[in-house]
T-cell receptor, first 116, second 109 residues
Framework: GAVVSQHPSRVICKSGTSVKIECRSL??????MFWYRQFPKQSLMLMAT?????????EQGVEKDKFLINHASLTLSTLTVTSAHPEDSSFYIC????????????FGPGTRLTVL | GQNIDQPTEMTATEGAIVQINCTYQ??????LFWYQQHAGEAPTFLSYNVLDGLEEKGRFSSFLSRSKGYSYLLLKELQMKDSASYLCAPMDSNYQLIWGAGTKLIIKP
């Protein structure tokens, strides 16, 4: 089946620094990628929808200047957490959407961000 | 390697009971999640099992056997709104989620 990877899998950073998380679809082209945030034992919270070659669409309450999303190609989307704060510590998950007849969303393994 | 196996599709009748099985192989284990996902929406958290046994939450129950690498989600008193995909996702030793392909559950009147 389709595989989506995320890098890094785990990152620890200091407050005020920026962290970039990559999401790659390894064996298919993803017209759309989604970025989620998960808090312990809670549902995935959709942060933004990323379409290749266009600006991301952010969900209400998500700061677009803080969570920068770039979808430069059909296989890569990046999420940059700028000026990270401890409250940004979370589990970030991306998914890639095949669209068309396949119409399936494949999830990445997640990135655990800890901001000290 | 790491692997998740769950049925691609299941059909059940409104008011009935359905069990969705999931077998997994992971490098280490830090619990297993079940999510429900309706088309076009984000997955909704249903359950998290880290110890063996059955956990009941209303109409939904989830069972885990770590020694067998096996879990199931049991849905009772099925309603039409339960038609959705159900995702099994164990977490490995690095706290990475290993996603199954999901089971599409179709509820018929």
């Amino acid at each position: 089946g389709a595989v989506v990877s995320q890098h890094p899998s785990r990152v620890i950073c200091k407050s005020g620094t920026s962290v970039k998380i990559e999401c790659r679809s390894l064996d298919f082209q993803a017209t759309t990628m989604f970025w989620y945030r998960q808090f312990p034992k809670q549902s995935l919270m959709l942060m933004a929808t990323s379409n290749e070659g266009s600006k991301a669409t952010y969900e209400q309450g998500v700061e677009k200047d803080k969570f920068l999303i770039n979808h430069a190609s059909l296989t890569l989307s990046t999420l940059t957490v700028t000026s990270a704060h401890p409250e940004d510590s979370s589990f970030y998950i991306c998914s890639a959407y095949t669209g068309g007849d396949a119409d399936t969303q494949y999830f990445g393994p997640g990135t655990r961000l800890t901001v000290l | 390697g790491q692997n998740i196996d769950q049925p691609t599709e299941m059909t059940a009748t409104e008011g009935a009971i359905v069990q969705i099985n999931c077998t997994y192989q992971t490098s280490g284990f830090n619990g297993l999640f079940w999510y429900q996902q309706h088309a076009g929406e984000a997955p909704t958290f249903l359950s998290y099992n880290v110890l063996d046994g059955l956990e009941e939450k209303g109409r939904f129950s989830s069972f885990l056997s770590r020694s067998k690498g096996y879990s199931y989600l049991l849905l009772k008193e099925l309603q039409m709104k339960d038609s959705a995909s159900y995702l099994c996702a164990p977490m490995d030793s690095n706290y990475q989620l290993i996603w199954g392909a999901g089971t599409k559950l179709i509820i018929k009147p």
